[in-house]
């Protein structure tokens, strides 16, 4: 992840305001609320980038981030672009809202040549529910490369960890998609983030 700060470079509430296609892309999604964007803070080691909340819903388009420094030229590209989703799942979401939502990623998802995986946060106090396993169905039928990564560990008893991602890697077993293994993280603590940043290392050569 380099030592350069990273930057905010664009807000896409629809897909034909998306940047030209350039950097490999890692995309993050999951429920509101689940830690998305203090997940990316954590990765980038910036505590105010991405805009975090405890009002669900405050990510409302596909924000983009990249290291600072690079003009975005054909010949001077970041090496990477993170896209912190909008989260799904909130409970006062009007449903409009909720097929806006589902349109926008599964178009992104779909067509976006230069995004490399996708990773799915669940909350590690709620595990997958229903609306998660729709996301995954979104992935699997897009076939995007996705990850699980669990957040939050600090707020459950340590000793339940190895289980709870044991029990978490069952669930995926039948889904094309989905990386075999998952990650468990503290954004608070930064636990696993290293993992993570490997991870995401990996996925953008590929
Ligand atoms: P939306 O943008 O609404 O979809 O939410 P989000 O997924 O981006 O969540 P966000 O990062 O804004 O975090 C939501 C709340 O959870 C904030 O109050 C964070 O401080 C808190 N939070 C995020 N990660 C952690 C973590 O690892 N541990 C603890 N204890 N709290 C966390
Ligand atoms: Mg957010």
């Given at each position: ?25 890692i995309?993050?999604a ?35 981030f ?44 779909r ?48 000793a ?28 608070e ?18």
């Amino acid at each position: 992840f380099g030592r350069r700060p990273w930057v905010f470079i664009r807000g896409v509430p629809a897909l034909k305001f998306l940047p030209p296609e350039g950097p490999p892309e890692i995309a993050f999604a999951g429920r509101s609320n689940v830690g998305k964007s203090s997940l990316i803070n954590a990765l980038v080691g910036m505590n105010g980038l991405a805009r975090t909340s405890n009002t669900p819903g405050r990510t409302q388009e596909l924000n983009y981030f990249v290291p600072e420094g690079y003009s975005g030229a054909e010949d001077d590209l970041p090496p990477m672009a993170l896209v912190d989703m909008p989260g799904y799942g909130y409970a006062k979401a009007p449903k409009d809202q909720v097929d806006q939502w589902t349109k926008l990623v599964f178009d992104y998802l779909r067509g976006r040549s230069t995004l490399k995986r996708v990773y799915l946060l669940i909350d590690s106090r709620h595990g997958i529910k229903k609306n998660d396993e729709g996301v995954m169905d979104l992935l699997d039928k897009a076939a995007m490369s996705y990850q699980v990564v669990l957040t939050k560990t600090d707020k459950i008893k340590q000793a339940g960890v190895p289980r709870l991602m044991s029990d978490t890697v069952a669930l995926l077993k039948r889904r094309p998609a989905a990386y075999p293994e998952i990650i468990a993280t503290s954004s608070e603590k930064s636990t696993g983030i290293d993992d993570l940043r490997e991870a995401i290392a990996l996925a953008i050569t590929q």
